[in-house]
């Protein structure tokens, strides 16, 4: 079984600097009956057929626009990822769409979002494989700009079997998404009663465009941040909500750890609600800005805290959890002092048996993430429901076999 191990942030404060156990149970609240309940939901509910589930209605506004990357996705699956010069022979192979906006948009599709792309393919037979698989899955496709010539997006995906690891090599489609394939007139009619926009962080120019429109037609905006690049920045200042690779926020703050940068993308960025760190296999970290800014609230090293915070993590559950603080002032030391909330929720042990590969778990927890937003979840529910729903993709080949539908019995206890 695939364990998590403790992120370190860095060393403790001394013991001297550490708080009682009774203020220490003041600053942490425990969601442990729902890791209670949620380990035996589970396994009730792998003996009932979805079409026994009763699920809670979903969300009454449930269209969402996702802007940036689809792809085709040439996917091999290998012994041991090869030497230079070696020749290796694939164990197993698949040809199936893929891009971080395509994968996450398909996501809520799976689980009953009404989801609308706005991207870039050529009139090539990958580019109508693209559209046709995203069709079918529900993704309305009508916002997807048709090239005449050129070539589709596309990438080479090796999936090595011993480590669980992928390797991708990308190859960007020709000509790319420019200002002059969008109209105002075609952006309205995307966002009509749309309940938020996601941007995957490519084509900025092109995205920054089309973020602007949505904040002019006030509907929130979702930014997922894999690396810093150009013109980010102007995108995640129009940003309600940011999901970030782990290697984002130190390298985009230079914060000498995670949790510092979390507190100084906050205070960067006055408009973002929350942002969200994902750490793989150490599950993720959310900080939540509050608007208590009340300054009797005793200021707490953010370092220190977090490494209490870690603590409380019961890592005899396989299943996904989430510990949660009460607000509290965070002092990031060089950076400043924000009121906001963490989270800490952890990832699925996953059987070495049934772990088959990682390639889009990210793209599955951020469209989990988005259903999560559309259906008012709080943190503490958000962050285990993304969890399992990317969980339940990497028992698959590809970003996109294993996405679950909202239908699963694996989602049934973290959707009540």
């Known amino acids: 079984m695939r364990t998590m191990s403790k992120p370190s942030f860095h060393s403790l404060n001394s013991p001297s600097s550490s708080p009682s156990f009774s203020s220490h149970f003041q600053l942490i609240s425990i969601n442990r009956f ?28 449930r269209v969402v626009v996702g802007c940036g990357m689809t792809t085709v996705d040439f996917l091999a699956t290998v012994d041991g990822f090869p030497n230079p010069d070696d020749k290796v022979r694939t164990t ?8 971080n906006a395509g994968n996450a948009i398909t996501c809520t ?21 693209i559209l046709n698989e995203l069709q079918a899955d529900g993704v309305d496709t009508s916002f997807i700009v048709v090239s005449k010539g050129g070539s589709s997006t596309f990438s080479y995906v090796l999936i090595d079997n011993q480590t669980k690891t992928r390797t991708s090599i990308y190859t960007p489609g020709d000509p790319p998404m420019m200002l002059d394939d969008l109209s105002q007139s075609m952006l309205l009619s995307a966002f009509d009663e749309a309940r938020l926009v996601y941007f995957d962080g490519m084509s900025t120019e092109t995205a920054l465009f089309v973020a602007q ?31 970030c690779s782990a290697r984002f926020p130190q390298a985009w703050t230079q914060a000498p750890s995670i949790p510092n940068a979390l507190v100084s993308m906050l205070l960067r960025l006055p408009n973002i609600k929350f942002v969200i760190v994902t750490l793989g296999e150490d599950g993720c970290l959310m900080l939540e800005r ?10 707490r090293d953010v370092e220190s805290f977090l490494e209490i915070l870690y603590k409380e993590k019961d890592d005899s559950l396989a299943v996904p959890t989430c510990i949660s603080s009460v607000v509290t002032k965070f002092k990031a030391k060089g950076i400043g002092a924000l009121c906001g909330r963490f989270f800490v929720g952890t990832a699925e042990k996953i ?48 970003a996109r076999t294993g996405l679950p539908h909202r239908t699963d019995p694996r989602l049934a206890s973290f959707l009540h």
Do not use: H, W
């Open 34 to 61: 729902r890791c209670r309940t949620a380990k035996f939901s589970i396994s009730m509910s792998m003996s009932t057929s979805s079409d026994d589930a009763v699920l809670p209605p979903l969300p009454e506004k």
């Open 92 to 99: 197993s192979f698949k040809v199936q769409g893929g891009g």
């Open 109 to 129: 599709a799976r689980l009953g979002l009404k989801p609308r792309l706005i991207s870039k393919v050529a009139d090539d037979a990958q580019g109508r494989d």
């Open 213 to 243: 429109e949505a904040a002019r037609s006030n509907i929130p905006i979702l930014v997922e941040a894999e690396s810093p690049r150009e013109g980010l920045d102007e995108l995640l200042k129009l940003a309600d909500f940011a999901v």
């Open 290 to 299: 509050s608007a208590n800014e009340d300054a009797d609230i005793e200021e």
């Open 351 to 398: 059987p070495d048996s049934e772990l088959v590969d990682t390639t889009g778990a990210g793209d599955a927890f951020i469209g989990a993430i988005i259903y999560a937003i559309c259906a008012n979840m709080a943190p503490e529910k958000m962050l285990p429901f993304a969890a399992q729903v990317a969980a339940s993709k990497c028992r698959a080949l590809g």
